[in-house]
């Protein structure tokens, strides 16, 4: 069974490793150590055997919460872990004030459009050549009443 807890500075090492396993421009183990000193950011992991196998993070100013990741390993998708990760990170920046979320996404990548469509979220408009790996566009995505 997978457990859900916050990402503590011990944890970047497994997170970074998992990053690279999951996106084409991957943050590095210092990025991730700079996210647990970041006072606005809130990054939830899910561990199965004591190992780092999802993890999800979101910076959270005001009222509003930006996510920055959202990664599950692999060969764990399609079994809804993506589901309670995003929900477990939803109910952390709601616990520090946000009560609007939003996000960008490659369009192309449908699982998780469809993942945060079933949490609220709406396309409000691209952002033109987002991702420098290949000038796939972004869909910016909020919900205002998380």
């Given at each position: 069974m997978i457990t859900f807890?916050?990402?503590?500075?011990?944890?970047?090492?497994?997170v970074a490793?998992?990053?690279?396993?999951?996106?084409?421009?991957?943050?590095s183990r210092a990025d991730f150590l700079r996210e647990?000193?970041?006072?606005?950011?809130?990054?939830?992991?899910g561990e199965l055997d004591k190992k780092i196998v999802a993890y999800a993070g979101a910076w959270?100013?005001?009222?509003?919460?930006?996510?920055?990741?959202?990664?599950?390993?692999?060969?764990?998708?399609?079994?809804?872990?993506?589901t309670v990760l995003f929900g477990e990170l939803i109910q952390a920046v709601k616990k520090r004030?946000?009560?609007?979320i939003t996000l960008e996404v490659r369009p192309s990548n449908t699982a998780a459009v469809k993942l945060y469509e079933n949490f609220g979220l709406?396309?409000?408009?691209?952002?033109?050549?987002?991702?420098l790996d290949n000038n796939e566009d972004?869909?910016?995505?909020?919900?205002?009443?998380?």
């Open positions: 807890r916050k990402m503590k500075p011990e944890d970047a090492d497994a490793e998992l990053e690279l396993k999951c996106f084409a421009m991957p943050w647990n000193n970041n006072e606005l950011a809130e990054y939830v992991v959270v100013s005001f009222d509003q919460a930006e996510v920055m990741h959202v990664a599950v390993e692999p060969k764990l998708r399609g079994q809804g872990v993506g004030g946000a009560t609007s709406k396309s409000v408009g691209r952002r033109k050549n987002y991702y972004a869909l910016i995505m909020w919900n205002t009443k998380i």
